[in-house]
């Protein structure tokens, strides 16, 4: 496991675009609605690639490729290409606001100096004046939340950037309110950021790590806590009510588990598995899951019976219950975009949000945390 920053280890697909519909768990765990399926990597015309992001608008932020990484954003049946900033020539994204503002990093290959952070908005892709670093987060205002060499965890907000925490430290969450989730300190472990104040997450019982991925509006936090790293990994849910609990894992055989997302309805997305491959094009030993009532269910088992997709990761989940993520079909890893059917209604959670059960690219930080 490495503990710098994430590699531009990009994605992408091509390949026979397929609709399908699957299951869901409902309120209660025994009632099922529909899901559709849209294959998003048939559209970008590579071999490779994943969804990183989902807004309340069903727009999804999409990496694709391999060296020649490129990015896309997918809104109303379409993929838009981001440009690079100017000089680089690939480019991977991590997160769409519900403005459809999209935050990433470019790079030159050809005299690598450095991941340079870029905003894209309106049709224009700007830097945010960072010289090396990754953006991971964008909230509704605008604010830009990361990490980067020589400045650490950092805030860029109305043109300014902040240092929330030292080098070493890095932002990978935060919500409109603007609190910011991460991971930080040796041993790592997970914070929660708010109004100034630094709060340790801890880790779930007997536990040595943590980090913090996501954050919703209600201040509920998901990540994972490890013995060791992120290949012995628990999903993990936290509120101000319940601390953290851990959300288990899929099957017995399972040596890990990633909480990715949450939504303003404590609904939680990520992937469990016995492979350490997080993007892995073979689907063997690793299933996307969403967490939902108390409930961790297989989206495998959600969708369609006779499906050729096997659904790898669900990296986000909006508040109309859309999943972004990627699975595998043919041996290629394509990303995909899971849509509640109106005649069944989304999956909700039956009781008090807060007491639910909760650089770069590649094999994950317990997710995001990777060499660049």
């Excluded at 397929?18 to 768990?25: I, N």
């Excluded at 049946?77 to 503002?101: H, K, M, R, T, Y």
């Excluded at 908005?121 to 960072?130: A, C, D, K, V, Y």
């Excluded at 936090?221 to 009510?241: C, E, H, I, K, R």
Aim: hydrophobic letters at 35%; aromatic letters at 8%.
């Amino acid at each position: 496991m490495k503990f710098i920053y994430k590699q531009l280890t990009l994605a992408a697909a091509g390949a026979a675009a397929c609709t399908m519909l699957g299951l869901v768990a409902s309120q209660s765990a025994d009632a099922a609605s529909l899901y559709s399926l849209t294959d998003l990597g048939s559209l970008t015309g590579k071999t490779y690639s994943y969804a990183r992001s989902i807004n309340n608008l069903g727009q999804v932020a999409v990496n694709a490729g391999g060296h020649d990484g490129h990015a896309f954003v997918y809104s109303d049946g379409q993929l838009i290409e981001i440009e690079p900033l100017l000089g680089d020539n690939v480019l991977a994204v991590s997160e769409i606001n519900n403005f459809g503002q999209v935050v990433g990093n470019s790079v030159n290959t050809n005299s690598f100096t450095g991941n340079h952070p870029f905003v894209y908005s309106n049709g224009t892709t700007q830097s945010i004046g960072i010289s090396d670093g990754i953006p991971y987060a964008i909230n509704d205002s605008g604010q830009i939340v990361g990490g980067a060499h020589g400045i650490g965890a950092f805030l860029y907000s109305n043109g300014t950037t902040s240092s929330l925490l030292p080098e070493g430290n890095i932002a990978y969450g935060m919500n409109n309110p603007g609190q910011v989730v991460g991971i930080f300190g040796s041993p790592s472990r997970a914070f929660l950021y708010d109004n100034g104040t630094i709060t340790n997450l801890g880790t779930l019982p007997g536990h040595n790590y943590s980090t913090a991925q996501d954050i919703n509006d209600l201040g509920q936090v998901v990540g994972t806590s490890a013995p060791s790293g992120v290949n012995d990994g628990m999903a993990f849910l936290y509120s101000s009510n319940t601390e953290m609990i851990s959300l288990g894992r899929l099957f017995p055989t399972d040596t890990y588990s990633v909480a990715s997302g949450i939504n303003n309805l404590g609904q939680v997305v990520g992937w469990s598995g016995n492979n350490p491959s997080f993007y892995s094009e073979s689907g063997v030993g690793i299933r996307a899951f969403l967490y939902s009532d108390g409930v961790m269910q297989d989206l495998n088992e959600l969708i369609a019976p006779g499906s050729d997709f096997i659904l790898t990761q669900a990296q986000g989940i909006n508040d109309q219950g859309q999943i972004a993520g990627a699975g595998v079909i043919n041996g290629e890893l394509h990303a995909v975009l899971l849509t509640p059917q109106p005649s069944q209604g989304v999956p909700e959670p039956t009781a008090t949000l807060g007491i639910l059960t909760f650089g770069a690219i590649g094999a994950g930080s317990l997710l995001k945390r990777k060499s660049a």
